[in-house]
């Protein structure tokens, strides 16, 4: 099934719709094993084929599909637009990260195929981020976990920090014995690369 897999991913990046791909592996099939392909071999290609092709669409949107909350790749256009601008006007020292990392292996989004309730958690905690910076900041999804909010640092930054922190542990707190949710301030690194690298890591974490 593995060649069923790449072929669906070599497809997608072709551009091939997901007709011309089922026919292509009917095709194969046929000359190769002299009949229809498996149900194995078909599910491995479209899945492929539409990972990929999703992963391409995530790319290109302002917004997560799931979540409604902006995408890792509008943040990180944000981002190096904040680096363009001439060192001088310090645009990045005077922004920051706020992290919101909900917490890992305590929730049924933890199995492999329920991405759903994990995508409703990071929207609801996209939702409190947004009550708490509600001007003109950037509200992301950044990997499984975290939601990140792009903001400009002023003397209110700690406090509606604070607030953020309440309503998220009051949110997930109704749930018996989770773990408190981590929220922190992330300074940017001074070049757009290593920002790129920051914001990496924050995906994975």
Not at 157 to 173: F, K, M, N, Y
Request: glycine share 8%.
């Amino acid at each position: 099934m593995d060649a069923c897999a790449v072929a669906g991913q070599d497809l997608a990046r072709d551009g091939a719709s997901v007709q011309e791909a089922l026919e292509s592996l009917r095709a194969t099939s046929h000359r190769m094993a002299g009949g229809d392909p498996s149900f194995d071999a078909v599910a491995a290609l479209l899945t492929a084929w539409s990972e990929t092709t999703l992963g391409y669409l995530h790319q290109l949107s302002c917004d997560d599909p799931l979540t409604g909350l902006s995408s890792q790749a509008h943040l990180r256009s944000r981002l190096s637009e904040l680096h363009r601008l001439p060192l001088a006007e310090g645009a990045v020292a005077a922004h920051a990260l706020v992290v919101c990392a909900l917490p890992f292996g305590d929730d049924p989004s933890e199995q492999p195929v329920d991405h759903f309730t994990r995508a409703m958690r990071l929207a609801r905690a996209g939702e409190m981020a947004r009550t708490v910076f509600a001007r003109d900041e950037t509200v992301a999804r950044v990997g499984m976990h975290r939601v990140v909010v792009l903001t400009a640092r002023d003397d209110r930054l700690g406090r509606r920090v604070r607030v953020l922190r309440t309503l998220l542990d009051g949110a997930e707190g109704g749930r018996s014995g989770a773990p408190p949710v981590r929220v922190w301030i992330e300074g940017l690194p001074d070049s757009d690369p290593a920002t790129g690298m920051l914001l990496d890591e924050l995906a994975r974490g």
